[in-house]
């Protein structure tokens, strides 16, 4: 009972970090949100290699419900809200590519623009991090990211992330073509860094003993 409690008092909330909070994804809510933020044609052009069309939030939502249907158990979508005011400012979604090799792909984004460059894109990833290494027991976490989003990149390396390759010339854009960066964390390099990890050193430890 004893080491039940000390577990217990030592569990963190696996969706918040310190800045955000992960939660639910509503296609009805994000429809709207996509909508609006799609209207910025740098966020848009950040996260997308395709110059898709502008869409209205009725057609938005069709589509969102679709993918919501199609979507797999190793797919896991996220709505990232602000723990200060419980604000809606963008979207997460893992992807788990294969259940052998415990390996996932991530995709962020931020569509507040006033909450760029200020840490909550760290924070996020940080807490899908501690979900995808301490919660699903993956074993490396991936992403791809454009070469002119050097902010992006430094947000990505402050959360462990190594440059892995580039796909040169992968899209175009304003007349000229763009490298896509492929980044990557193992669970180790994760443990490493020691972010979040408290409770898993600890339980290692004291299974060693």
Known sequence: MAADAKWRSKMK???TGKLVRLSAFDPAEMSKAYTRWNLNSEYFRLLSSSARPLKSAKSEAKWL?????KMSLASY??????LAEDKL????????????GRDAFVGLGIGETEYWGKGYGTDVMNVLLRFAFTELNLRRVSL??????????RSYEKSGF??????????NREGR???????????EEWLGLGTDTDIVL???HEHRN
């Open 13 to 15: 909330d696996v969706f």
């Open 65 to 69: 419900e679709e993918e919501v249907a």
């Open 77 to 82: 979508f996220f709505s990232i809200r602000t």
């Open 89 to 100: 400012i963008g979207d997460l979604g893992l992807d788990v590519v294969g259940w052998a």
């Open 144 to 153: 791809s990211v454009f070469e002119y989003n050097p902010r992006a990149i």
């Open 162 to 171: 190594r440059h892995e390759g580039h796909v040169r010339n992968a899209l």
């Open 177 to 187: 073509r763009w490298d896509a960066v492929y980044m990557g964390i193992l669970r």
């Open 202 to 204: 600890d339980r290692d």
